[in-house]
């Protein structure tokens, strides 16, 4: 199971909602190793999420969520899943990283915020 928090964990969301280009293929690899579902929580709309995971191949979203939100879809997630790993990138994803199997705090558009509570952090683009 892995949470995708925000379309722009796996996607590029400035003006145009378009996935970066290595997105529908992070996806795929991830589905290779066995992962079974992908989810993005996002604060966004509907629309937008359904653009993102229709592109990248992300099974479900849910959107509109906030922080606590985020957490409680999280739980959720645990009660009927053996671990659930949990991309952030904004503070507003701290407590549902930091209540996922594992954490990855995403450095993209602040994500600095979240490395306390996360597993792991990546920095700059990649």
């Excluded at 293929?25 to 653009?51: M, N, Y």
């Excluded at 053996?82 to 991309?87: L, P, Y």
């Amino acid at each position: 199971q892995l949470a995708v928090p925000d379309a722009s964990s796996v996607a590029s969301k400035h003006q145009t909602d378009t996935n970066r280009p290595e997105a529908p293929e992070i996806v795929a690899q991830l589905k290779s190793i066995g992962v079974k579902r992908t989810v993005i929580l996002t604060g966004d709309t509907e629309r937008a999420a359904h653009a993102i995971a229709r592109q990248c191949g992300i099974d479900d979203y849910r959107t509109g969520l906030l922080s606590q939100q985020k957490l409680d879809v999280i739980a959720e997630l645990k009660r009927t899943n053996r671990s659930v790993v949990m991309v952030g990138d904004g503070v507003n994803d701290a407590p549902a990283l930091a209540a996922a199997t594992t954490g990855v705090a995403m450095e993209l558009l602040g994500g600095g915020e979240c490395q306390p509570v996360a597993g792991g952090a990546t920095t700059g683009q990649s």
